[in-house]
């Protein structure tokens, strides 16, 4: 098995980030964008992407819960450092993903503001969109929310856990 190095590492971050800002540019769905830009370098079980759909726009494009670039990364996390069905009785395991996944929403929040689709769309557009009024999901449109602005959140997102992964160990599909 080759050896992982910086230069490696830099790339597969690149590429990662592009990948996530490509695929929410083209068909939306913040959490879904992160396991699918994950899942292409990363061995990640199709039922996880499935299983994220609804958790984009702060939950079912709500946007007052988690942006869903976060929990989809959490999700991520949950899938490669979490306890299995098998493991299920050795709680100790339960705590296996925590300081990824807070160190991973510590960088969320401290680059966004905070935390909630709410709160991302106001730190890129100064006020937040109801998704599910079609007036102000056009204003969002409009204003680049999928042309530049929650593309780079998923492409940061992306990166983010691709390089916890990394560090980690995780295998990298061939490409």
């Known amino acids: 098995m ?3 190095s ?3 590492k830099k790339k597969l971050l690149k590429e990662v980030y592009q990948r996530g800002y490509e695929l929410e540019q083209r068909y939306y769905g913040c959490a879904q964008c992160v396991v699918a830009a994950i899942q292409d370098y990363f061995p990640l079980n199709n039922a996880v992407f499935k299983a994220s759909t609804s958790f984009s726009g702060g939950f079912a494009s709500t946007i007052e819960g988690p942006c869903g670039a976060l929990t989809g990364g959490i999700i991520v ?5 979490g306890r299995s069905r098998e493991d299920y ?3 100790s395991l339960l705590r296996r993903p925590g ?7 510590d960088q969320f ?5 905070g935390d909630t689709c709410r709160e991302v769309q106001t730190y890129f557009f100064g006020t937040a969109y109801r998704f599910l009024d079609n007036e102000e999901y056009y204003e969002y449109e409009k204003a680049g929310g999928h042309t530049d602005k ?7 997102a992306s990166a983010w856990l691709a390089e916890k992964l990394y560090d980690n160990n995780v295998p990298i599909l061939k490409k």
Not at 77 to 81: G, P, V
Not at 109 to 113: K, P, Q, T
């Open 150 to 156: 929650c593309p780079a959140v998923v492409g940061q």
């Open 89 to 91: 009785s050795d709680i």
């Open 99 to 105: 300081p990824l996944v807070q160190e991973y929403w």
């Open 77 to 81: 996390l949950s899938y490669f450092f």
């Open 2 to 4: 080759k050896a992982r």
């Open 6 to 8: 910086e230069e490696d």
């Open 109 to 113: 929040r401290d680059i966004y503001g």
